[in-house]
């Protein structure tokens, strides 16, 4: 079946740890995207990669990091640097192709981060 | 203000009810509207797509968008204990994947029993 995986589902980050998060996807997306959500705030977008080997930042990409070297991977890791990590990942990818849906997003499952 | 406004709830009516879940918006080039049903714990999953104004209707549920008010509707009819969940509207200006998605905070949606 098509769709994102993610993994892990759980993860637990000790302070000053970078740790990383897979997103792997077979729907031969072009686009594929990083979203933080915290509980009350909604899907804040961190970073996007429109396309292998090119990557923008979204509206809260400080102290993250993202690469994109194969159109069906796009990890993200969370550095030191990011002060408050604890909070639900969300991976997602979508077509430049025309669609019945246009251009919706997809998601996968999501991976718990905390940090202790 | 935000560019998505959603009532976060949470809402909880009687199985069988008639659901009506909101969005307004600020910025007027947006055509591109979606819904979003979350189970708890899960990733988010397109319930409903609709471009422009109108009505679009998919089984129980049907989607509302009235572009002159900037105001979005999901209708859920016949409610389940299944459809209790978060909802969250999603907009956008464009078609590509280039233009920004803009989500709204979600609703959370019980159905009693």
């Known amino acids: 079946d098509g769709g994102i995986t993610q993994s892990p589902k759980y993860l637990f980050r000790k302070e000053g740890q970078n740790v990383t998060l897979s997103c792997e996807q077979n729907l031969n997306h072009d686009a594929m995207y990083w979203y933080r959500q915290d509980p009350g705030q909604g899907l804040r977008l961190i970073y996007y990669s429109q396309i292998v080997n090119d990557f923008q930042k979204g509206d809260i990409a400080e102290g993250y990091s993202v690469s994109r070297e194969k159109k069906e991977s796009f990890p993200l890791t969370v550095t030191s640097a990011q002060k408050n990590p604890t909070a639900f990942y969300l991976c997602?990818?979508?077509?430049?192709?025309?669609?019945?849906?246009?251009?919706?997003?997809?998601f996968g499952e999501g991976s718990w981060l905390t940090v202790v | 203000q935000k560019e998505v406004e959603q009532d976060p709830g949470p809402l909880s009516v009687p199985e069988g009810a008639i659901v009506s879940l909101n969005c307004t918006y600020s910025n007027s080039a947006f055509q591109y509207f979606m819904w979003y049903r979350q189970y708890s714990r899960k990733g988010p999953e397109l319930l409903m797509y609709?471009?422009?104004?109108g009505n679009k209707e998919d089984g129980r549920f049907t989607a509302q968008v009235d572009k002159s008010s900037k105001y979005i509707s999901l209708f859920i009819r016949d409610s389940q204990p299944s459809d209790s969940a978060t909802y969250l509207c999603?907009?956008?200006?464009?078609?590509?994947?280039?233009?920004?998605?803009?989500f709204g905070s979600g609703t959370r949606l019980s159905i009693r029993p």
């Open positions: 997602a990818s979508s077509s430049h192709r025309e669609s019945a849906s246009g251009n919706t997003i997809y």
């Open positions: 609709t471009y422009s104004s």
């Open positions: 999603a907009m956008s200006e464009g078609y590509s994947s280039a233009s920004k998605i803009i």
